[in-house]
């Protein structure tokens, strides 16, 4: 039985509804999250089933195949809010301002920072510590249109990369050459040249390079020895799982249970800021929340795979979560995978929300949470997106696999 008008899918509906009242209601985002999870979950049990089954069945069936995903979210959201406490603490970031150049430049820079660092960590991780090394470069004053730079730094910086985010390391896990995604920076470097420029004059008109008067720095190096550990961690279950294990991330959070034995381990060395666990926490059950909400919805009937299909999966990456739309682009086949990297990794940077990395960073800045000020002060993401995707077709066409 399906239930929807002008041939659209309820489950759609409940979807737009809820973002939607998250925009509007962005201070009780976390409500109107489960509220449209729990409204589709009903739905789905009345009326049309699941993918796997009819009724509670099918529920079981169907988290029982996402529950990974999830559990990896969960814990690498609040584990590196963890990991940027410890950054935080060397006072590793009170040096950032001594090594940018001053004025619009800093800015850049710090920018391509993110952008590099994203390149060799996870996405969220240079997003998160691009936030820390903001705060303290800019004496915590940090414009949202600069929050939104930093956030698309980091999904750019991972667009080429396949231990750079969750999108490319499932197309690495498919049989799709690093070699091959590496294209994906031609587009990244050409948005980057567009909202970074952008966005680093629009942070030097909200608040200037801030440069500590000390000229002794004392470098806290056990916060230092945790971060590098826990990144290492990262990175080399990352490689190990995907060359003797293939498959195990399927079934175990291997990331996530991976960042926390080390967090865990370290404690010999640094003890973290636990606070700031709660808010972290609430922060990543409302991205899982989405997740699980994108997780629901009949995807099954996406077009033929062409670049104009791609441009659209790349906006539609920026309020649907990219993990189930790249699995389901992987099993459809037929694609220019570095442009649709590109696309579903850089177009989550639109909207906060439209990637974990822009909900890890909300989680230090709320301000953020406003998806009106997020499209306001971060008009340029939207236009580096358009400019990077069609510098890439000009320059290598549409080469689908």
């Known amino acids: 039985m399906s239930l929807h008008p002008f041939s659209v899918p309820l489950e759609f509906v409940f979807f737009g509804l809820t973002l939607l009242g998250v925009a509007i209601f962005h201070h009780r985002a976390l409500t109107v999250a489960f509220t449209g999870l729990a409204a589709t979950v009903a739905y789905k049990l009345v009326f049309t089933g699941f993918e796997e089954e009819m ?16 559990a990896n979210l969960m814990l690498l959201l609040v584990g590196f809010a963890i990991l940027a406490h410890h950054f935080e603490e060397s006072d590793l970031p009170h040096a ?36 820390v090394v903001a705060r303290h470069v800019y004496g915590g004053k940090v414009g949202i249109g600069f929050l939104t730079s930093i956030v698309a730094a980091a999904n750019a910086g991972g667009a080429g990369s396949v231990i750079g985010d969750t999108t490319t390391t499932m197309m690495w896990l498919a049989g799709i050459s690093p070699l091959t995604l590496l294209w994906a920076f031609i587009p990244s470097v050409a948005a980057f040249l567009v909202f970074g420029v952008v966005g680093a004059l629009d942070q030097h ?6 440069r500590h008067a000390s000229t002794k720095l004392e470098i806290d ?3 230092v020895v945790v971060v590098f550990a826990v990144l290492i961690s990262i990175l080399g279950t990352n490689i190990g799982i995907s060359l003797f294990a293939p498959g195990l991330e399927k079934v175990v959070p291997t990331l996530g249970l991976a960042i926390w034995l ?20 609430k922060g990543a059950l409302f991205l899982c929340a ?16 062409s670049w104009v299909s791609v441009f659209a999966l790349g906006l539609l990456s920026s309020v649907f979560d990219n993990i189930p739309l790249t699995a389901l682009a992987l099993e459809q086949g037929g694609y220019d995978w570095p442009l649709l990297a590109y696309a579903v990794g850089f177009g989550g940077s639109m909207i906060w929300f439209g990637s974990s990395a822009g909900v890890a960073l909300v989680g230090s800045f709320p301000e953020g949470r406003s998806v009106t000020a997020w499209l306001q002060h971060g008009w340029h993401i939207g236009v580096a997106y358009v400019v990077g995707f069609f510098v890439m077709l000009a320059l290598r066409g549409w080469t689908p696999a």
């Open 55 to 70: 009724g509670l069945p099918g529920l079981v069936l169907h988290f029982g195949h996402e529950w990974v995903t999830l």
């Open 96 to 131: 950032i301002p001594r090594l940018l150049p001053d004025g619009r430049l800093g800015g850049l820079a710090l920018l391509a920072l993110v952008f590099s660092l994203s390149i060799f960590l996870d996405n969220i991780a240079g997003a998160v510590i691009g936030g």
């Open 205 to 210: 008109h909200h608040a200037l390079i801030t």
């Open 221 to 223: 190096w056990g916060h």
């Open 262 to 281: 080390t967090i865990l381990l370290a404690l010999v060395i640094r003890q973290p800021d636990w606070s700031v666990a709660p808010a972290a926490a």
């Open 290 to 305: 989405l997740v699980a909400l994108a997780s629901l919805m009949p995807v099954d009937k996406l077009p033929v795979p």
